[in-house]
């Protein structure tokens, strides 16, 4: 059963009065040993200080889809500030809706939040929370999740889940469902849209006609969306090792086409469509490990790949003329058309914006020697030309050459570590450093937490 969504002016609804459906554990394939042994400690030491708490979202549905989830995150009834007192190896995440994050060795983090009444973006005051607003009961929780299949909760006390929105049945039947009303939803927060065709392009699951109409018919209001948050979500889905089938149906729904309004006329060239598909499939295969050396390609290269099949033929970028003058006069096009179609609306930082134009400069300087692989001592020795190479790797394997080899790509990191052509990348940056904190092998524990 769905819910009615919630209304549209923000305030806290009444109870939904909707029955859970109560799956046993002779019923669904979860059991307490395919958990995180960090998670179960989490939930074990939470149930032991009297609070609920429950395994939910995606580790769920991907312990049910027989897939090892990447994240296992709690909710609980225990309240931020409890769970800080209960966990002292924790730090206090967020602004609105604050999370509490719990570490443990290796660099693990283990993400406990407390049920909520509402999701973030279906709340219109900006400023304030109403008292009694943020935190909600379990039923309230699952229907401010976004997606069925993400709304359901595992229990360690009888090895149940509970599902208060069909999100097994939609399991079962290989469906994303936006949960609620979605034209409602989409409305509230389009980056939905988002999430319900990133889960579709990785299960391989089809999305419910409602869902899909919503989403066709909504696409532009993305552009309503701060560009931070889309290109965290876009980022996500071209490293997600399904970028291919990702595009895909971006294509099908109009969303690549508000994303990038320069591909809707481009993209009716057949050819175009399948050089954009095929280099995605080789980003694809780089991400998707198959040794124990993880490929990471940095931001700055998955933006430089999925602009590729635009910058080539706007630019006529292997018939240009890259000698003497040749090669400045075409940087300053690409930094400039860069500059003025993408960069803002992706919130590209400056230091990205030159790397994507360091990699596409020198490709025909390049594609010269390409052939032999006698590269001149001159080019080996500038500081952009390891990572030309890999682009130039990926971009030739697309194109029906040689497969490029992973250890080329092997060790690539989360964070961007930036060559740009005729520039050091020194300097430390201002403010306060990020990162974990740090363990010690010594006795006294955990380090840097306040």
Same mark, same amino acid.
């Given at each position: 059963?769905?819910?009615d969504?919630?209304?549209?002016? +923000? ?8 029955? %859970?459906?109560?799956?046993?554990? %002779? ?13 179960? &400690? ?7 200080a ?10 769920? @549905? #991907? ?6 989830p ?15 007192r209960?966990? @002292?190896? !924790?730090?206090?995440? *967020? ?19 407390t ?15 109403? !008292?009694?607003?943020?935190? +909600? ?28 929105? +069909? *999100? ?11 949960? +609620? ?37 909504? @696409?532009?209001?993305l ?81 430089? %790949?999925?602009?590729?099949p ?5 630019? #006529?970028?292997?018939? @240009? ?9 075409l940087?300053?096009e ?58 130039? %790797?990926?971009? /030739?394997?697309?194109?029906? *050459? ?9 060790? /690539? ?29 010594? &006795? ?7």
């Open positions: 059963m769905i819910a969504s919630a209304d549209l002016d +923000g305030e806290q609804e009444p109870s939904l009065n909707v029955h %859970a459906t109560i799956i046993e554990q %002779a019923d669904h394939p979860i059991r307490p040993g395919d958990i995180d042994r960090e998670a179960l &400690k989490v939930l074990y030491r939470l149930r032991d009297g609070f609920v708490a429950y395994l939910v979202g995606g580790g769920v @549905r #991907d312990l049910y889809l027989g897939k090892r990447k994240d296992f995150d709690i909710s609980t009834s225990a309240r931020p500030g409890q769970l800080r209960l966990f @002292r190896n !924790s730090r206090t995440i *967020g602004r609105r809706f604050r999370l509490v994050q719990v570490f443990y060795r290796g660099n693990k983090i283990i993400e406990v939040s049920l909520r009444s509402q999701s973030e973006y279906d709340i219109r005051d900006s400023k304030v929370l109403p !008292s009694n607003n943020t935190f +909600g009961t379990l039923e309230e929780d699952a229907f401010r999740r976004d997606l069925t299949i993400n709304s359901l909760f595992y229990e360690i006390e009888h090895n149940t889940i509970i599902d208060y929105v +069909g *999100g097994v049945a939609d399991l079962n039947n290989g469906i994303v469902r936006i949960v +609620g009303d979605p034209e409602v939803r989409i409305t509230r927060d389009p980056v939905r849209m988002l999430r319900a065709v990133r889960h579709a392009a990785r299960t391989g699951f089809t999305i419910e006609d409602g869902t899909w109409q919503a989403i066709v018919a909504q @696409r532009d209001k552009n309503l969306c701060p560009t931070s948050r889309i290109r965290d979500e876009l980022l996500k889905d071209l490293i997600s090792g399904c970028s291919r089938p990702w595009a895909e149906k971006c294509v099908q729904s109009g969303i690549l086409f508000t994303l990038f309004p320069f591909y809707e006329s481009l993209l009716k060239d057949d050819r175009k469509k399948q050089e954009l598909y095929s280099i995605l499939d080789v980003v694809d295969r780089l991400h998707v490990a198959s040794d124990d050396r993880q490929v990471r390609l940095p931001e700055y290269m998955l933006f430089a %790949a999925i602009l590729f635009w910058v080539e033929k706007k630019f #006529d970028l292997f018939n @240009r003329e890259v000698k003497g003058g040749g090669y400045r006069t940087l300053m690409i930094r400039t058309a860069l500059e003025e179609i993408i960069c803002a609306r992706f919130n590209i930082k400056r230091s990205a914006k030159e790397a994507i134009t360091t990699l596409y400069v020198n490709m025909p300087g390049l594609q010269l020697y390409q052939e032999k692989k006698n590269w001149p001592k001159w080019l080996k020795k500038k500081s952009y030309f390891k990572d030309c190479l890999k682009f130039s %790797a990926l971009i /030739e394997e697309a194109g029906g *050459g040689p497969q490029a080899a992973r250890t080329l790509f092997a060790g /690539e990191h989360k964070q961007d570590n930036v060559k740009l052509q005729g520039h050091s990348n020194g300097g430390g940056g201002r403010g306060r450093r990020g990162g974990n904190p740090v363990f010690s092998s010594q &006795k006294g524990g955990v380090f840097g937490l306040r």
